[in-house]
């Protein structure tokens, strides 16, 4: 059984599909839900559900929120390791604008405090690989708290997660903080890749609805309706290393037919 070690954030996920285009000052109908939710707690959940041990390191609040977004990862089997301290869980709205595209407001509450004295290097190293959520990278100090986990990890991969945030931190300093990582596979889209043109390792690109491109090669994406695009590239990266490409692929198929980025209870 693979094992996958995840670092990064345990949010609450509010998903948001409105049946019509939202109205100024009106009132729209929504299918609305509440989910556990950040970039490395989807991953974690995913590669659970697809037959992987897994684990995340998060820092996290003690409020509702965050009680609501542990009972509900604990669900998929994933291990959570990392400190719960006094204060707000991270909150991600997440509004889609159609089947391919959302726009999200994130408070990401205590969980960017993580700090490197914060982690037990065994929690890393006892694993196959360590996937770290690129807004890892964007603030310390949770940016140094990730460089120590990878330097204790085997295996290292990174998800650029946000072309904007990179460049609103600025591309020299997200990419020297990727040159510490020293990642070995990075995820990105072709926006994000296009942010770092200095900064190389092995690439997975993601092309939404086109596909993926591997190191194995391109894998072009199934023709099917999508519901949500919430998560899908976790649900990928899980699928990816868990068992490759042709996982990959099934997966984030998968996640585009569900509301919010965790993978169905029922696939644990």
């Known amino acids: 059984m693979k094992s996958i070690c995840t670092i990064g954030d345990l949010l609450l996920d509010v998903i948001v599909l409105p049946d019509r285009t939202l109205a100024p000052d009106s009132d729209t109908p929504a299918t609305i839900r509440l989910a556990a939710g950040g970039q490395a707690a989807n991953v974690a959940a995913w590669a659970s559900a697809l037959g992987a041990s ?21 669900r998929y089997g994933v291990e959570i390791r990392g400190p719960a301290v006094a204060g707000r869980a991270g909150v991600v709205v997440s509004i889609r604008e159609q089947p391919s595209g959302r726009t999200m ?3 990401r509450g205590v969980s960017s405090l993580l700090d ?18 690129g807004y ?3 603030a310390e100090p949770m940016a140094q708290a990730a460089i120590y986990a990878a330097s204790h990890a085997r295996r290292v991969s990174v998800d650029l997660a946000s072309a904007h945030d990179i ?4 591309a020299q300093t997200f990419t020297s903080r990727l040159e510490a990582l020293r990642p070995d596979l990075a995820f990105a ?15 997975v690109i993601k092309h939404g609805a086109r596909g ?7 894998y072009p994406a199934s023709v099917v309706e999508a519901i949500d695009s919430t998560g899908a590239g976790d649900a990928l990266a899980a699928g990816y290393l868990v068992g490759g490409p042709e996982l990959a692929m099934a997966a984030a198929t998968q996640s585009v037919g569900l509301v919010g980025a965790m993978p169905p209870r029922s696939e644990r």
């Open 54 to 74: 897994s684990r995340l390191i998060c820092k996290r609040g003690t409020d509702t929120s965050s009680e609501m977004a542990v009972v509900e990862l604990q």
């Open 105 to 107: 407001a994130s408070d």
């Open 116 to 133: 490197a004295s914060e982690i037990d290097a065994s929690w890393v190293g006892s694993c196959e690989v360590l996937h770290v959520s």
């Open 136 to 138: 890892c990278l964007m």
């Open 167 to 170: 460049e609103l931190l600025g």
């Open 189 to 203: 889209t072709e926006a994000e890749r296009a942010a770092v043109p200095g900064f190389d390792t092995s690439w």
């Open 212 to 218: 993926a491109t591997f190191p194995e090669g391109f």
